[in-house]
C-alpha cells in the first residue's frame, strides 16, 4: 500500500526528457512501441489506504528488460516527447523542476545519468547544478529504502553526474507516503526554489481543508496525476491549487502532426466532492459542481508508453506507462515555457488553442458522459488536451 521508490527513477527520467529540451541535443528515438492493446503491464503499487497515496505507474512485462546502460531501450524517449507535442529545444533553462516521492532511490542519480547519456544529452559543465536529491526536510537523512517490484539484486552500474543534462532537477523523498509527509516535501520543493513540481501519485478524494496548504503556491507550476482507474476523483488532483494531468494513448502517425492520440482507459477523471471549481473552467461545462478532474493531458499508456532506465533491483531499461509518466511531461512543460511566476493553473483555460484537443476514447461510463468520454473542447480524462507547444503553459 506504500509508494514506490522506483517512481522517482520514472519522473527524474521522464522530467529530464522534457524539461531539459532547453539545452538538449537532438537524441535518437527509441525503439517505438507497438499501438496494439494486447500488451501486458501490472500497477508498481497496490492501492492506498485513506490519508495515504499511492504511485500511478505501470511496467510492461512483456518487453525483456535491455540490461546495458547503452542499450537501445523500448519505449518513447526524448525525441518522440519533443516530436510529439511540438517542443523545440528553446525555453528556459534556468528553471528548477522538482519531483516529489515517497522512500530513497539510492540510483536515482546514477540512472538519470544513464538516461541522459543514452539520449544524447550534452554534459554538464557543472554537476552540482543539475540534480539534487533531498529529505522531505531539505537534509541528507534519506528515507528507507522501497523495494517493491524488485527483480533480483543486480550490479549497480553507477554513472557520475558528468553524464546529467543541461538542467535543475530536485528530488525531494518523503519518509513515508502518507499525504501529511508527501505534502511536507512539495512545501520543502517550494522553498528550495522549485518553479513546477511534479506528484505522480494519489489517494481518495479529499478536502483542501486538510491538505490544500501543502499545494498551494502562487507563482509555482504544481501538477499531480489525475489516477490509473479511470473514472473516480483522486487527490491531489482534486485540489484547487494543482494542474490535474490524465492520460492518453499516443501512437506515430496520422495527420499533419504525425502522431495520433486518443483517451488512455486507465486515465482517472470526475469530480471532487469537496473542492471549489477553478473558475477557467466555467465555460466549459464541465459537469461538476465542484472542481473537475483533469485539466490537462499527457501520453499514460503503458501499451505506448515511455522508456525507463532503473538499475535498483531490476535489469535496466523498462517500459513505463501510467499517469505517474504524464505529470512529469507537463511539469517539464511547465519549466519550459518558464512562465510559472506569472500565472495559476486557470492559465491552461485560457489558452485552449495551445492544446491537441483528444476526441476519440472514453475510460468508462458516466453522467454526464463527458466526465469520461472524450469530445471537442474539455472532458473528464484529457483535460483540454496535449501540448501543443507552450503556448498553454
Not at 500488451?39 to 500511478?56: D, F, I, K, N, Q
Not at 518513447?76 to 530513497?104: C, H, K
Not at 528530488?171 to 502518507?178: G, H, K, Q, W
Not at 518558464?338 to 491537441?356: K, L, Q, R, V
Request: hydrophobic share 40%; proline share 6%.
Amino acid at each position: 500500500m506504500r509508494l514506490t521508490r522506483r517512481v522517482a527513477t520514472l519522473a527524474l527520467a521522464v522530467t529530464a526528457a522534457v524539461g531539459s529540451l532547453a539545452l538538449a541535443v537532438p537524441a535518437a528515438n527509441a525503439a517505438p512501441p507497438s499501438s496494439a492493446a494486447a500488451h501486458h503491464a501490472v500497477r508498481a503499487c497496490s492501492a492506498a489506504p485513506v490519508g495515504m497515496a499511492a504511485c500511478h505507474a505501470w511496467v510492461r512485462t512483456d518487453i525483456t528488460p535491455a540490461a546495458a546502460p547503452a542499450a537501445t531501450p523500448a519505449g518513447y524517449g526524448p525525441a518522440d516527447l519533443r516530436s510529439a507535442y511540438a517542443l523545440t529545444t528553446s525555453g528556459s533553462a534556468s528553471q528548477t523542476i522538482a519531483i516529489v516521492d515517497a522512500f530513497d532511490d539510492p540510483n536515482a542519480e546514477a540512472d538519470l545519468g544513464s538516461t541522459a547519456a543514452s539520449s544524447g544529452f550534452r554534459r554538464a559543465p557543472r554537476p552540482t547544478a543539475c540534480f539534487r536529491k533531498v529529505d522531505q526536510n531539505g537534509g541528507t537523512h534519506y528515507p528507507a529504502l522501497e523495494h517493491r517490484l524488485g527483480r533480483g539484486d543486480l550490479p549497480r552500474r553507477r554513472h557520475g553526474l558528468r553524464d546529467l543534462p543541461h538542467c535543475h532537477i530536485l528530488l525531494v523523498e518523503a519518509t513515508s507516503s502518507t499525504l501529511n509527509n508527501l505534502g511536507t516535501a512539495v512545501n520543502r520543493a517550494a522553498t528550495m526554489g522549485a518553479r513546477a513540481i511534479s506528484n505522480s501519485y494519489g489517494g481518495s478524494d479529499s478536502s483542501d481543508a486538510s491538505f490544500g496548504a501543502f499545494y498551494n503556491h502562487p507563482g509555482i507550476a504544481v501538477t499531480a496525476s489525475s489516477g490509473d482507474s479511470g473514472f473516480g476523483a483522486q487527490y491531489p488532483a482534486t485540489s484547487h491549487y494543482v494542474t490535474a494531468v490524465g492520460g492518453t494513448h499516443l501512437v506515430r502517425g496520422g495527420g499533419a502532426r504525425g502522431w495520433t492520440e486518443t483517451v488512455w482507459s486507465g486515465a482517472g477523471s470526475g469530480c471532487s466532492a469537496f473542492n471549489v471549481a477553478l473558475t477557467g473552467a466555467a465555460s466549459f461545462n464541465t459537469g461538476c459542481a465542484r472542481r473537475a478532474e483533469a485539466d490537462v493531458s499527457a501520453v499514460a499508456d503503458p501499451n505506448t508508453g515511455v522508456a525507463v532506465y532503473d538499475s535498483f533491483r531490476v535489469s535496466g531499461w523498462l517500459v513505463f506507462g501510467g499517469t505517474s509518466v504524464a505529470s512529469p511531461i507537463i511539469a517539464g512543460v511547465y519549466g519550459l515555457a518558464g512562465n510559472e511566476a506569472s500565472i495559476d493553473n486557470n492559465f491552461p483555460y485560457a489558452h485552449s488553442g495551445s492544446f491537441f484537443d483528444i476526441t476519440s476514447g472514453s475510460n468508462g461510463s458516466c453522467s454526464p458522459s463527458q466526465l469520461c468520454t472524450a469530445r471537442v473542447g474539455w472532458d473528464g480524462p484529457t483535460g483540454l488536451g496535449t501540448p501543443n507547444g507552450t503556448g498553454g503553459f
